[in-house]
């Protein structure tokens, strides 16, 4: 008589929870075993639980699960973008924009030609014939580097801050590259390489800096509105978080359907909001959003590297072993010949040089990841028939990488003796130091006639200071200002240390 | 050519994003024109917007757009019964717990026969013909009273404590009991009031005893798997915000799937595991989940709130005026005899009376809100042909409630003076008092040889602190060690200030 109380779908959202359930206690595990947590990667760990799920259900049904573009572009790549952005230290990225995009634009432009170069070459031994413009594709979408495993390394032991931010704006940028290049290659692809004409590749070039730019554009203005927003929502703290977290994902799909970059907004809109939500939140709404952010990525990466290993047995598999080797080969020498020749070029301009021992960490941290499976599986079977191949060389390289690099990176670090650096707050004596430095800096530029990055930045810092805080910020403060309140916090807190010490607490 | 970038379904979380967008940026809106907040509650505001919407989008397009029952009770429901578990004071709902049930489950009950008898009694004045078992279904619905508007009006004028925990905790079980009973009731109603025999509502009672019973059971052995993941998860707490506010919404949907009620389930899990949690997690995630909860399910009454506006345009209104009138009629007065008959009952085993001024407001606090649109909207068309009637009815008893009784209680509490409380935390002397008066009250007990409700607050606090808390909690603490954290705590606070007072900061 009661089975009407079964009156809604209640088994989708049960089966998806039960997955995320899943997934959950795996971590959990695994991070309390504090043997598997020091040798492998969380990556290896959940690429081995999709695995084991993946064989079973192998074994029970004949179904195929894989990772749907829509899922992956939609829902899963927005929040590990925005994470991205938000989190990149400010003040270290610009400052070293120039290397930054030295290795993410032309270091990934470099890879692609290099390996689609090599895999070309290699093209009798294959069992496939590819057109170029496929291998071409492919070659971008396996150049996507993931960062997470080198960086929590990088946390872990506290390596230098030049070698941290460089290989964290890289990947950043990397990314963005990546899936754009991706798209004007992928619509190229399906007009088919006997198609194209010289005009094609303009176009696509024209094509990819539009896009680029356009996301950027979008991507600032949403800053505005989002700094806006939570400026007025004063009186409504409760609202503050989804403001922070929606408003950029909004600029995602808005860049996105109007045919811009939509992971270029995001990152921006991340990058860009902090210094301002930060004076307009309140500090639990601030942490919140913090926090959140990254429990959500970590959370979607940990979706995607689960499905990696589900499709490890899907039966759509299609293996060229040759292919792969080549593949896996150029992928890892490709990184390190391009790391070696940008380094090269990045230091004949930089005063502080990055060393060789960073390099090889930088090559070595080429692990590939959640971003090139997301975008492998968006290939379009019509138009590549090799699509299958494809996909299981990728989960090859991926897996190869997870599990052979990620676990030796740890260990090479230590070996390799990098330059470390404890993360030491700064004095405010040394904050004094550097501001005053860079002051000074700015006279001298302006004695000698110069107008070098030192102006510039004083330039931007006094027109944000005197026209953008006080539009987009409630309580806009400036360096002085920062300077003392700092200063009578620390001295409140020290003379509270030196009571509590009397008083034995 | 480059039209295939747009490769995938970007409309639909397009259009789910911009909904909300204008839901946010409307709240944002309507809190800083002082007026109108001042004078509407903030679910005035969300209907009128859904008017507006609905109204312009009426006469632009034929589309009729409803809430979804399976978008109410998978997605927009458990946030909010979360929230609602969550944030209740356990300390003063677990001392008036029988005060509370009495309310909620016989004052439920009490309403909806009064209701139905009402409605049933003026029968022949309807152009519609009802049979009895729908119009108690009805009455079940309508029953469900929403305390936010009147909860967040105590919050601004700091009710007394007795008032705000009574009207929380009964609207809270109250919700629990209407869902409930609806189940129980449309599955009747399905049979259809022909074949209904005695023995179906006597199945239905044990039902209605099975189905609450199971959910709470299920909630709590949730609460042990939130508890324990919690404190195994110490090394990952970027996963402790997920695993608190996944895993009640786990125990919900298991809930659901197994037949039991999903509500009570939800309830318990965040009603007991708070004490748990909080001594699990960290400040940050802690601040995180709490926050969250708060922001999401604010979101989610007020995206019902402008589903119920915008359904007040659809084409499917069916009136009937005197229907409509008795209902409106009915809900109000029956609440009004209802409060003032259970209050005498609880008023004679209480030694903290409840006044005549609470009673009124308790009586005109009763609004109703989106729990009675998701159910009404979740009707069987084909079993109930009168569907159209009932919602329409329920959007009137709604839209009258939220704006004449929303807008006019403020003022009420002013002009009854009802008692009100500064919002104090408890000085270190106080608590010490009241923890030793409850000791003493246990001893007096012991030694009269009663086993009165001190006795067995002290017995289940005992077996907390030695068993529970040793096994769910990673660092359990006394009652007299949080005493003297606070006391150290409190002197060390109070030391600071008094510097920073001499040093004129």
Redesign the interface.
């Known amino acids: ?11 989708t ?2 089966l998806i ?2 997955w ?2 899943l997934i ?2 795996a ?3 695994f ?2 075993s504090n043997v598997l ?1 020091k040798i492998f990667p969380e990556s290896a760990l959940l690429i081995v639980l999709g695995l084991i799920v993946g064989l079973i259900l192998d074994k029970l049904w004949v179904m195929d699960i894989y990772l749907h ?2 899922l992956f ?3 899963l790549l927005p929040p590990i973008a925005l994470d991205a952005g938000y989190f990149l230290p400010n003040n270290a990225f610009f400052t070293n924009l120039g290397t930054i995009l030295l290795y993410a634009v032309v270091g990934t432009v470099f890879n692609i030609i290099t390996i689609a170069g090599v895999i070309y070459a290699f093209a009798p031994l294959y069992e496939w014939s590819l057109p170029f413009i496929d291998i071409l594709l492919f070659a971008t979408l396996i150049s996507a580097v993931d960062p997470v495993a080198v960086l929590s390394v990088f946390e872990e032991i506290h390596v230098n801050q030049l070698l941290y931010i460089c290989v964290f704006g890289e990947s950043l940028l990397n990314d963005a590259v990546t899936v754009v290049l991706y ?2 290659l ?2 190229m692809a ?2 088919g390489s006997e198609n194209l004409i010289r005009e ?1 590749f303009v ?1 696509a070039f024209i ?1 990819f800096a539009m ?1 680029s730019t356009g996301g950027i554009l979008i991507g600032l203005v949403w800053v505005c509105v989002t700094a806006f ?1 939570t400026k ?2 004063y ?2 703290p ?2 503050q ?3 922070c977290l ?2 950029p ?2 600029s995602y ?2 860049s ?2 109007v ?1 811009m970059s939509g992971i270029l907004a995001i990152v921006t809109c991340g990058l860009m909001m902090k210094p301002y939500i930060s004076g307009n939140l309140n500090e ?2 601030l ?2 959003v913090k ?2 952010l ?2 959500l990525s ?2 979607c990466e940990a979706i995607i590297f689960v499905f990696l290993g589900l499709s490890t047995f899907s039966k759509n598999h299609t293996w060229d072993l040759m292919f792969a080797l080549v593949t896996v080969t150029a992928c890892i020498f490709c990184r390190f010949i391009g790391v070696m020749i940008l380094t090269w070029i990045a230091n004949g301009k930089r005063v502080q040089k990055i060393g060789l021992m960073d390099q090889v960490i930088m090559g070595y941290g080429g692990l590939r990841g959640a971003i090139c499976y997301g975008l492998v599986m ?1 290939l ?1 079977r019509d138009a590549i028939p090799a699509k299958d191949m494809l996909v299981s060389t990728t989960v090859v390289v991926i897996v190869v990488t997870v599990f052979f690099q990620g676990t030796t990176i740890k260990p090479l670090v230590r070996l390799l003796k990098v330059k470390t650096q404890e993360p030491l707050q700064k004095t405010v004596t040394q904050q004094v130091l550097t501001h005053s430095g860079d002051d000074m800096m700015a006279g001298v530029e302006a004695i000698i006639g110069m107008r070098g990055s030192n102006y510039w930045r004083r330039r931007l810092s006094e027109f944000n200071h005197n026209y953008v805080q006080p539009t987009l910020m409630r309580t806009p403060t400036s360096r002085g200002e920062k300077l003392m309140e700092k200063y ?1 916090a620390l001295s ?1 807190e020290e ?2 240390l030196r ?2 010490e009397r008083f034995g ?1």
């Open positions: 008589m009661f089975s009407a109380l079964q009156w809604h779908d209640v088994n959202p049960l929870s039960a995320l359930f959950i206690m971590r959990i595990l991070h309390r947590a573009p829509d572009f939609l829902y798209h004007s992928s619509s399906k007009i094609d176009h094509n896009v927003a007025w929502s009186d409504v409760i609202l978080p989804l403001v929606f408003f994902y909004l799909l808005i996105e359907s045919h639990k709404a942490t919140t926090y959140f990254k429990t970590s959370c968006t379009d009578s409140a003379q509270r009571l509590l607490v």
